[in-house]
């Protein structure tokens, strides 16, 4: 079956850096669109990155331009987001996200908090 298995989310303090991975199965990867939400609590899911499905086109929520960076690992299946110059306004619980037409999958979310 379809698996998004999100991980590499945990406390950290201002300024600093995480990197989440996303392990797929069970679907054509590669042939997907993959993308990071994020939800604050009380607040609307909101996307913070995107990545078409061979690479080539990447996009960022104004929001973390400059310090969050999506890339992906076809041959392993894998969607990564590299985070720095963390900031308190990022602590969410991180979704992962495939998509191809109707198809839309989701992971069950990594906790990323950031406080000193």
């Known amino acids: 079956q379809v698996q998004l298995v999100e991980s590499g989310g945990g406390l950290v303090q201002p300024g600093g850096s995480l990197r989440l991975s996303c392990a797929a199965s069970g679907f054509t990867f590669i042939m997907y669109a993959m993308s990071w939400y994020r939800q604050a609590p009380g607040k609307e899911r909101e996307l913070v990155a995107a990545i078409s499905s061979g690479g080539a086109r990447r996009n960022y929520a104004d929001s973390v331009k400059g310090r969050f960076t999506i890339s992906r690992d076809n041959a392993k299946n894998t969607v990564y987001l590299q985070m720095n110059s963390l900031k308190p306004e990022d602590t969410a619980v991180y979704f992962c996200?495939?998509?191809?037409?109707?198809?839309?999958?989701w992971g069950q979310g990594t906790q990323v908090t950031v406080s000193s």
């Open positions: 996200n495939a998509v191809r037409g109707s198809s839309d999958y």
